[in-house]
C-alpha cells in the first residue's frame, strides 16, 4: 500500500522531471514563440470589440441603458468576432504560461500595447503622439530588461 508520504514524494519527483522537461531554454522559446498568436489574437479581438462598441448608439453603465444597448452588443457581428480572437489569444496564452515562467512570459505580453498603438493608428485613425511613444518605448525596453534577467540564470 502507498502512504500519502510516498504519493507525495511521488508526485513531486515527477514535477521535478517535468520542470526540467519544460524549462529548458528551448522550450521556453519555443513557449515564448506562442505568445505572437496570443498577442496578435488578442489584440485584434480588442480592436473589434472597440469596433463594433462604437456601433452602439449612447452606452452607459445603467441598468437601463445596458439593458437597452444589449441587443446591439449581442447581434453585432464586429462584437462576435472581438470575441473570437479574444479567446483565441486566451488559448495560446495558456499555452506559452503551461510552458514558461509567468515572470517571463507576463512582462513580454506586454509587447502587446506596443501592438494596440499601432493597430489603433492603422485602423481606428487614433493619435500616436510623442508622448505614447515614449510609454511603449519603456515597455519594451522594461520586456528587454526582463528577457536578459532570464538568459543570465539558465
Do not use: C
Amino acid at each position: 500500500m502507498i502512504t500519502p508520504d510516498q504519493l507525495e514524494f511521488e508526485e513531486r519527483a515527477a514535477a521535478a522531471r517535468d520542470a526540467a522537461k519544460y524549462h529548458s531554454p528551448r522550450a521556453i522559446f519555443q513557449a515564448m514563440l506562442l505568445l505572437i498568436p496570443a498577442i496578435l489574437l488578442s489584440t485584434t479581438g480588442q480592436l473589434f470589440l472597440k469596433m463594433g462598441m462604437n456601433q452602439v448608439p449612447d452606452f452607459a453603465f445603467t441598468p437601463d441603458a445596458v439593458l437597452a444597448a444589449l441587443p446591439s452588443i449581442v447581434f453585432n457581428p464586429l462584437i462576435w468576432i472581438g470575441f473570437a480572437g479574444f479567446i483565441g489569444g486566451t488559448v495560446f496564452w495558456l499555452g506559452v504560461i503551461s510552458r514558461a515562467p509567468l515572470s517571463l512570459a507576463y512582462p513580454v505580453l506586454a509587447m502587446s500595447y506596443f501592438v494596440v498603438v499601432l493597430e489603433a493608428w492603422l485602423f481606428l485613425g487614433e493619435q500616436v503622439t510623442l508622448q505614447k511613444i515614449i510609454g511603449v518605448a519603456v515597455i519594451v525596453g522594461g520586456v528587454i530588461l526582463v528577457g536578459l534577467s532570464e538568459q543570465r540564470k539558465s
